[in-house]
């Protein structure tokens, strides 16, 4: 069973910048493919980035396309979600989350494990 831990988290003014962590324990973060979503009140959750088991493709929504950057440290089990020029419509919950299996990267339903999620509040 894989365990998922975000934190990072936090309020900030629009234009502002926040580093998301995602801490993995249970297997070996080298066999997963980590992705970001993100869920507003009132709305569906959404994909945000993905990253591939090596760290060398990326995928993101067009929304945060420029702003966002996904990576991992396989050495220390960790993932992280870098935002820049933050924007009030970024204002969510963030999860991580994992896959065993390749397919669509963007596709909620293909992700196997998820964390419990942290709030990110954008100020105008």
């Known amino acids: 069973q894989v365990q998922l831990v975000e934190s990072g988290g936090g309020l900030v003014q629009a234009g502002g910048s926040l580093r998301l962590s995602c801490a993995a324990s249970g297997r070996t973060l080298s066999t997963l493919i980590m992705g970001w979503f993100r869920q507003a009140p009132g709305k569906e959750r959404e994909f945000v980035a993905a990253i591939s088991r090596s760290g060398g493709r990326t995928a993101y929504a067009d929304s945060v396309k420029g702003r966002f950057t996904i990576s991992r440290d396989n050495a220390k089990n960790t993932a992280y979600l870098q935002m820049n020029t933050l924007k009030p419509e970024d204002t969510a919950v963030y999860y991580c989350?994992?896959?065993?299996?390749?397919?669509?990267?963007?596709?909620?339903?293909?992700?196997?494990?998820w964390g419990q999620g942290t709030q990110v509040t954008v100020s105008s």
């Open positions: 989350a994992a896959k065993l299996g390749g397919g669509d990267v963007n596709y909620i339903l293909r992700y196997d494990y």
